[in-house]
């Protein structure tokens, strides 16, 4: 079992930046993909970065303006946004995956809302 505790979300002007946080508890040395997806009113969830193995993946429309980090030290994974704009706004979410064996396990953290203002 993985505990994802997401934070750092809220409202922020359009060209702004806000840092998000999720902390990794549990069977954490058992993860070998970390990282954020997104729900925005009326939408799908969708994938905005992930650490895949090592390999760091982008969704398009979010590549040059976010970041995503990891410190190993502190079991946390961390998603810096930068020029935010307004179609951002979303509930964003912490994700993992667990590898055991041959089966994989995926966790969700409760998710965290960011709001971009016009």
């Known amino acids: 079992q993985v505990q994802l505790v997401e934070s750092g979300g809220g409202l922020v002007q359009a060209g702004g930046s806000l840092r998000l946080s999720c902390a990794a508890s549990?069977?954490?040395?058992?993860?070998?993909?970390i990282g954020w997806y997104r729900q925005g009113p009326g939408t799908q969830r969708e994938l905005v970065a992930t650490i895949d193995n090592g390999a760091i993946n982008y969704k398009d429309p979010v590549k040059g303006r976010f970041t995503i980090s990891t410190d190993n030290a502190k079991n946390t994974v961390y998603l810096q946004m930068s020029s935010l704009k307004p179609e951002d706004t979303a509930v964003y979410y912490c994700?993992?995956?667990?590898?055991?064996?041959?089966?994989?396990?995926?966790?969700w953290g409760q998710g965290t809302q960011v709001t971009v203002s016009s």
């Open positions: 549990g069977r954490t040395s058992r993860i070998d993909v």
């Open positions: 994700y993992a995956r667990t590898r055991e064996g041959l089966a994989t396990y995926t966790y």
